[in-house]
């Protein structure tokens, strides 16, 4: 498993309306003792956050409840699905923690049992072969207020019905032209229920089953019959579909087949961010983002890129539990995971952002010296490292300013600061090019405050990160913000779309930055705190040691601070 690392959350999954479903069914034995679940994408894109709470949902309850969770793909589809879909849902939930072991299904599996069924009801009289097209269907089928029009096609005898649908299979009907339709009720209040398609035809090309067929099931025909198949007991799926809960009831009662029980809970939204599947695609085609795991990307992938932790992700699903209403949760309590999962495991380091030279005119040319920094604050058993010092440094250009103004205690000439495991340094002159810029500063040192004290109990008031100039790798920094600018992108003016929303300033890249030494030894993906910056992560593409981080998030846990703000009101 890639990337499969310990929970640190101390949060166990609080029980919701779905586990308690689990446990009163386990407590009147409705499923003999079984606990089983499914994850079911379509495969017509990568997944995204919202899958992580379905995901984490359906495999949590299943290890929780000693039970199985398949993951299924719906490939009911052909014309928008792919294999490089499949493969990137396989990677993804495996990285986040979770293992299907050997129940990987695909629902173009059961199409010739699907097809089966379908014979079934045609024969009992339940469906029918429809001539109606596209738009003549929708036409029939009423509104809110009308109920809808028997197709004239609606009672063809079983036998045509079935010479008809034969056809259908064998090629013999261009794409659009006949459906099978279930026989239900063009009257029934709930539209799903009004004779709804449950095959089309479709001449596509399918990702699995080739040129095998051109009639297609749709969604609500095969989802049941999937589940059904795997023997699945608690069919999770989002509030959409609670209106077609009576449908999928209808066709497992029709067949007369083990017949699981759909339960829906409210899907995920997030502020900042679009969460379909559509929408995403959409920015990926027309290059507004660097593809599906570009780290501004709500993905799993590009979550991955941008160094959240599987953990955090794990976390924060069980932190925003499940609930039947839809909400909108602030994209801040997201990051405050990701900020509590990286305190605690990743390691410290120092970088610079926006390098200004230094050099410690008394200390000696061509010294250099080994200075112990520690790894880990939180974690004392992630040891210390050293990290090495010289005459010329660099360090955070914010971190100087020639006329300082009241509440900046930061290095200015005249003025002495703490350099972190090091020294005590004094600015005494400054640099500047021609247009006026401090390009340099010479400061001294104190070699009595080695380590970073003074032994006669001077205090400085700041603290600053630095490098080695000579010591230091190369970097380049890319620094994210929302991808977009509005809480909800798809608050737009008539007429515009959701891309209105785009932040311009989403990515910026530092292309003069430094990092100490041992991080020539970072591995792709991995994460660390740079100190007083933020949490980074060392970008997948990086090699052949030219460096690129990402930086994961900022220091400032904006989450926190609202909870804190609210608790003092
Ligand atoms: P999208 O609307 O993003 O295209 P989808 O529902 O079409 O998503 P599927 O591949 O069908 O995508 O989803 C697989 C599973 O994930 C389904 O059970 C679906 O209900 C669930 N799911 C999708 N989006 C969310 C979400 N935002 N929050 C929670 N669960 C979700
Ligand atoms: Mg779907």
């Known amino acids: ?117 379908a014979v079934q009801l045609v024969k009992a009289g339940r469906a029918y072969v429809c001539d109606l097209t596209a738009e003549q269907t929708r036409e029939y089928r009423g ?63 399918h990702h699995r089953t080739g040129d095998n067929w051109c009639i297609y099931p749709m969604y609500d025909w095969a989802h049941g019959i999937e589940d059904s198949v795997e023997g699945i007991t608690h069919s999770i799926c989002t509030l959409e579909f609670e209106n077609h809960r009576p449908l999928y009831d209808w066709f497992l009662d029709q067949l007369g087949v083990y017949h699981p029980q759909q339960i829906e809970f409210a899907r995920l939204n997030l502020t900042y961010t679009v969460m379909s599947k559509r929408k995403l695609l959409k920015l ?66 120092m970088a610079i952002l926006r390098p200004l030279k230094v050099i410690i005119d008394n200390y000696p040319d061509g010294q250099v010296e080994q200075m112990d920094a520690v790894n880990n604050p939180e974690d004392p058993s992630a040891g210390t490292r050293k990290v ?15 006329v300082p103004p009241k509440k900046f205690f930061r290095l200015a000439p005249g003025r002495e600061v703490r350099l972190r495991y090091a020294y005590f340094i004094t600015c005494t002159s400054v640099v500047k090019d021609s247009s006026g810029k401090v390009v340099e500063l010479h ?72 990092v100490e030494p041992t991080l020539a030894k970072a591995s792709p993906l991995g994460r660390y705190q740079f100190e007083r910056l933020g949490y980074f992560c060392l970008d997948a593409d990086s090699r052949d040691g030219k460096l690129v981080f990402n930086r994961t998030a900022s220091l400032v846990d904006t989450w926190a601070k609202i909870q804190k703000s609210q608790n003092k009101d």
């Open 284 to 349: 990926v085609q027309d290059g507004l983002v660097d593809g599906w795991d570009d780290p501004r990307m709500p993905t799993i992938s590009g979550m991955r890129r941008r160094g959240y932790s599987p953990a955090s992700i794990r976390n924060f699903c069980k932190i925003i539990g499940i609930n039947k209403f839809n909400s909108t949760i602030d994209f801040a309590l997201l990051e405050h995971c990701v900020r509590e999962d990286l305190n605690k495991t990743s390691p410290r380091v």
């Open 143 to 205: 509104t809110l207020s009308m109920p809808g029009k028997d197709s004239p096609w609606r009672n063809r005898s079983i036998e045509e019905n079935l010479d008809l649908f034969t056809r259908m299979r064998k090629g013999e009907f261009p794409d659009g032209s006949r459906t099978l339709r279930a026989k239900v009720d063009m009257a029934h209040p709930n539209f799903n229920m009004r004779d709804p398609v449950m095959y089309r035809i479709l001449h596509a090309s």
């Open 443 to 514: 400061c001294t040192y104190d070699p009595a405050t080695r380590g970073g004290d003074a032994p006669d109990g001077r205090k400085v008031k700041a603290t600053l990160h630095w490098v080695s100039a000579a010591h230091s790798l190369p970097t380049q920094v890319r620094l994210y913000d929302h991808l977009f600018t509005k809480e909800n992108p798809d608050d737009v003016p008539e007429g515009a779309d959701f891309k209105a929303n785009l932040n311009p300033n989403s990515q910026q890249l530092l292309t003069d930055c430094r």
């Open 1 to 117: 498993m890639p990337d499969n690392e310990q929970d640190n959350s101390n949060q166990t999954a609080k029980s919701d309306f779905i586990r308690q479903i689990v446990v009163d069914d386990l407590n009147t034995n409705k499923w003999n003792g079984r606990v089983h679940t499914r994850f079911p994408p379509e495969p017509n894109g990568y997944l995204h956050i919202g899958h992580a709470k379905s995901i984490c949902l359906n495999f949590g309850i299943a290890a929780e409840f000693g039970g199985k969770c398949n993951l299924r793909f719906d490939d009911t589809n052909p014309e928008k699905e792919e294999q490089e879909y499949v493969n990137s849902i396989e990677e993804d939930v495996r990285w986040l923690g979770w293992d299907w072991e050997d129940r990987l299904f695909f629902a173009s599996d059961y199409f010739e049992k699907m097809y089966e069924y």
């Open 388 to 402: 090495p010092f010289s005459k010329e440094l660099y360090i955070e250009q914010e971190d100087f300013m020639e």
